[in-house]
């Protein structure tokens, strides 16, 4: 009961955020580096003057995502190694 609550506080809160058109694009920008989007393409996209734009407003996403990618190949090296056929890969 208690993730259902907590996913409906969340969903409020993305509801609120995205609910003017600034707001709409920062979320849809938001959502393209979550999904793993190049942030080359997203300031592209924005039609931000450069990189640096984008880095600045939204850096602190790139840096989760990149913080995911590190945790999953992480885990990804500890199955390979940890595992009979990882152990017969060595």
């Known amino acids: 009961m208690r993730e259902i609550e907590r996913e409906r506080e969340a969903w ?21 580096l979550a999904s793993h989007a190049d942030i080359a393409v997203v300031s592209k996209l924005l039609g931000h003057a450069s990189i640096t734009v984008t880095s600045n407003v939204y850096g602190h ?3 989760t995502v990149a913080s995911g990618a590190v945790n999953g190949a992480a885990n990804l090296i500890a199955h390979t190694v940890h595992t009979p056929e990882g152990a017969s890969a060595r």
């Open 61 to 63: 996403l790139v840096g």
């Open 12 to 32: 409020t809160k993305i509801k609120a955020r995205c609910s003017t058109f600034h707001g709409l694009r920062h979320c849809h920008a938001a959502l393209l």
